[in-house]
């Protein structure tokens, strides 16, 4: 199976550019020149040198000998929550900011969930010394409090998103309607692999860094680049796919994500795409959308602020269908305890949606040979409230 993106924007059935007619030159200008300016040594140089020295990777691929125990076969995590920022967001937004620079861009805007990819965002811009905005739903900025005076220090302006959910979704919406006002000097950072094309594509591709380096740190201790799973949380997509993208076409790596089930798929407070949603158009792509039957977006729910999103990445969305990645549903509940339990087992404390990652390794039939690579998206230090109050 080919899972890279056509030339028409495509994974399949899914992907494209349903975009206004305003930004139809920015896309298209985009599109015509990411994949020429990336393949520069100017940029690659850049870019390396930024994650290398700025950013900290290599990320290392830690052997978590309690947990392994635990469950009964070998568990490596992927630790980008030592990354610069907290979280994988990081290898995004420097790529980007180049992308901003090269194309002269004087301002740059940002949607965020969890704020992480705020707080990656609104650093690239102090780093580039670029003009930030970065929009969050209102209820985010209340649960992700610390992330939002990260983003004010680093100089951004965080601007609430009072509709609707108050949630990413939201955010991601009035994010589009500033970029359609502010076309001409504006660059959009999005921070997952969603939206129109050819922002999938571009942001799959720079965060391939973390499977590149799975597969060489993999050999070095193991002997074989090829794990038996590699699991990933996914809400649009974006760290999954850096942990996923070089094992596409490897079909003896089984890929598994967790997606967020909140209080059950069938509560009516869940963002399980991937079991109750449909073909359908959100954010500028075709994709499997949470939608009633006249296309009214489902509002969704989790206990992560990064992963209520009503729809997943249109590449998911052809992983899926052609079953190349297994979805496994994870509660509230399953992520909290499984989040608690690795702060206890290995002294680390996961971001909650990292923590469905983890939650799903008591659900897969291992045997005591398994190797399997959970990617640690992001340190918990904002959650730090999710998790003391959660079970009070």
């Known amino acids: 199976?080919?899972?890279?993106?056509?030339?028409?924007?495509?994974?399949?059935?899914?992907?494209?550019?349903?975009?206004?007619?305003?930004?139809?030159?920015?896309?298209?200008?985009?599109?015509?020149?990411?994949?020429?300016?990336?393949?520069?040594?100017?940029?690659?140089?850049?870019?390396?040198?930024?994650?290398?020295?700025?950013?900290?990777?290599?990320?290392?691929?830690?052997?978590?000998?309690?947990?392994?125990?635990?469950?009964?076969?070998?568990?490596?995590?992927?630790?980008?929550?030592?990354?610069?920022?907290?979280?994988?967001?990081?290898?995004?937004?420097?790529?980007?900011?180049?992308?901003?620079?090269?194309?002269?861009?004087?301002?740059?805007?940002?949607?965020?969930?969890?704020?992480?990819?705020?707080?990656?965002?609104?650093?690239?811009?102090?780093?580039?010394?670029?003009?930030?905005?970065?929009?969050?739903?209102?209820?985010?900025?209340?649960?992700?409090?610390?992330?939002?005076?990260?983003?004010?220090?680093?100089?951004?302006?965080?601007?609430?998103?009072?509709?609707?959910?108050?949630?990413?979704?939201?955010?991601?919406?009035?994010?589009?309607?500033?970029?359609?006002?502010?076309?001409?000097?504006?660059?959009?950072?999005?921070?997952?692999?969603?939206?129109?094309?050819?922002?999938?594509?571009?942001?799959?591709?720079?965060?391939?860094?973390?499977?590149?380096?799975?597969?060489?740190?993999?050999t070095e201790k193991e002997k074989t680049p090829n794990p038996d799973y590699i699991v990933a949380c996914v809400g649009g997509g974006s760290n999954a796919t850096g942990a996923f993208y070089h094992y596409l076409n490897t079909p003896e790596v089984k890929l598994i994500a967790a997606e967020a089930s909140g209080k059950g798929v069938n509560s009516g407070k869940t963002a399980a795409t991937s079991v109750i949603g449909t073909p359908g158009i959100i954010h500028g792509s075709k994709t499997m959308v949470m939608q009633t039957e006249d296309g009214q977006i489902i509002e969704p729910y989790s206990v992560s602020a990064g992963l209520d999103y009503p729809g997943v990445g249109p590449l998911y969305a052809h992983l899926h269908k052609e079953k190349r990645v297994e979805f496994i549903t994870i509660t509230d509940d399953e992520a909290i305890t499984a989040g608690i339990e690795l702060c206890k087992l290995e002294g680390i404390i996961p971001a909650v949606e990292s923590a469905h990652a983890l939650a799903v390794l008591d659900k897969l039939a291992t045997k005591a040979s398994d190797i399997i690579v959970v990617n640690l998206s992001g340190r918990g230090d904002k959650d730090l409230n999710t998790y003391t109050n959660y079970f009070n």
């Open 1 to 218: 199976m080919n899972y890279q993106v056509n030339e028409n924007g495509f994974y399949g059935e899914f992907g494209g550019a349903y975009i206004p007619e305003m930004l139809h030159h920015n896309i298209e200008e985009l599109k015509n020149c990411y994949l020429e300016i990336m393949q520069k040594e100017s940029f690659k140089q850049e870019f390396s040198s930024l994650l290398q020295d700025y950013v900290g990777r290599p990320s290392p691929l830690y052997h978590a000998k309690r947990l392994s125990e635990k469950i009964g076969a070998k568990v490596y995590l992927k630790r980008e929550d030592l990354n610069h920022t907290g979280a994988h967001k990081i290898n995004n937004t420097i790529g980007q900011i180049l992308l901003a620079k090269h194309l002269g861009k004087t301002r740059v805007i940002a949607e965020t969930g969890a704020g992480q990819h705020g707080v990656a965002t609104a650093t690239v811009c102090a780093l580039a010394g670029i003009d930030c905005v970065i929009y969050m739903g209102e209820i985010d900025t209340q649960r992700q409090a610390p992330n939002v005076e990260r983003m004010k220090l680093l100089g951004a302006e965080v601007k609430p998103a009072t509709s609707g959910s108050k949630t990413l979704k939201d955010a991601t919406n009035e994010a589009i309607q500033d970029w359609v006002r502010n076309a001409e000097d504006t660059f959009y950072i999005i921070g997952s692999v969603v939206g129109p094309h050819p922002y999938p594509d571009l942001v799959a591709r720079l965060q391939s860094v973390i499977s590149e380096e799975i597969k060489k740190q993999l």
